[in-house]
């Protein structure tokens, strides 16, 4: 029997290439895909192909360009002439508030993180509908409860949830549409860095006291995507309890 394969978008580090390797451990051969960091993704590719041959592969796309994110569909269903899962992991975040936001930042951050889930899953339907396949949208906690002087980010990964409950109804039965909402996993890194002070407010306010890890996410996706058949429309918040203080 074929493997299932998944198309994981931002899979070259962080969360998306632990997912990549979780799903990849359970029999799934991986797309993954990647925006800048080649290396990463290729040595990530080398490293699943080593443990099982021909099951895994990396495509290069800008998400926020039409014409690549087509290309991603269209190469991602015919490397193994099948699409059984996408995971739209890819994300913009930074903090801008709104009196210095720009169309720029608006392009920037609601294109990656809502637009192009979006347009990347219409390109994908054929293939999933053939498989019956399955869809996890990456949220966040801050969907539902706005983090100051983030409401660009905010409101694109509130509008990816409406996404995942439209998209649940439209497009049942033959397609299942799921979202997971880290909380705190991994600290941001770049421009929107968290300084050890906030890091620790936000634990303080996490029942279990503590950070998530890679796998807690990874496990999620994974247990939507290939252990509940009758799971659709839900929002798996994955935080340690922190969306209950917030």
Known sequence: MAAPVALITGAAHR????????????????????RSRAEQARQLVDKLNR?????????QADLTNADELAHLARAAGQQWQRLDGLVNNASVFYPRATEHSTEEDWDKILGANL??????LKHCLPELA??????????????????SDHPLYCASKAGLAALTRSW???????IRVNGVSPGAILWPEGDAEVDPAHQQAILDKT??????????IAGAIAYLLCDAPFVTGQVLSVDGGRSLNM
Do not use: C, M
């Open 115 to 120: 637009k192009a889930p979006f347009f990347l």
């Open 15 to 34: 969360l998306g290439a632990r997912t990549a390797e979780t799903l990849h451990a359970r029999g799934w051969n991986v797309v993954i895909h990647y």
């Open 51 to 59: 443990e099982r041959a021909d099951s895994a592969t990396s495509v």
């Open 168 to 174: 649940a109804k439209d497009l049942a039965p033959q």
């Open 130 to 147: 053939k498989s019956a396949g399955g869809v996890v949208n990456l949220i966040d906690i801050y969907s539902e409860k706005p983090l």
């Open 207 to 216: 029942p279990l006291a503590r950070t998530g890890n890679p796998d807690d």
